[in-house]
């Protein structure tokens, strides 16, 4: 199953920003490229081997590559298209600083926005965008 996803977002299924931010990412996914599961997940288990076991915001599997925290979010911001790509300029920051400003935010999510006791269930429209 692993080969057979290209686009696939795993997030904090128990952090309300995540799931808001998918809910937004589904709005907006147009051409339906996206697949979604949470870090929680048995499948998500397959593809957070060899990352740092600090990994729990978001991670991009696209094209079989995994992407890790801000670059994550530069590259599912492209992939969703105009307007969005636009956000591809801030690629020219370093990672570093990208990623502590990432980091000081995903310390701070659940103080932020709130946390759920279990991940959100996905509606009947949108349940075929999440792997299980």
């Not at 696939?8 to 051409?31: P, S």
């Not at 729990?56 to 670059?71: A, C, E, G, P």
């Not at 590259?75 to 920051?93: Q, S």
Request: a positive charge; glycine letters at 4%; aromatic letters at 14%.
């Amino acid at each position: 199953m692993k080969a057979a996803i290209k686009q696939l977002i795993l997030f904090d299924g128990v952090c309300n920003f995540c799931n808001n931010t998918v809910n937004f990412i589904i709005k907006k996914d147009k051409k339906d490229q996206f697949r979604f599961a949470s870090l929680q997940s048995k499948i998500a288990q397959d593809f957070i081997i060899g990352l740092p076991s600090n990994t729990d915001s978001i991670v991009y599997v696209r094209n079989q590559k995994v992407l890790v925290k801000s670059t994550a979010a530069l590259y599912i911001a492209m992939d969703l298209g105009y307007p969005f790509k636009i956000l591809a300029i801030f690629r020219l920051i370093p990672t570093s600083w990208r990623d502590s400003c990432y980091d000081y935010i995903a310390k701070n999510r659940y103080r932020w926005f709130g946390k759920i006791d279990q991940c959100e269930i996905p509606t009947e429209q949108n349940r075929k965008k999440f792997i299980t």
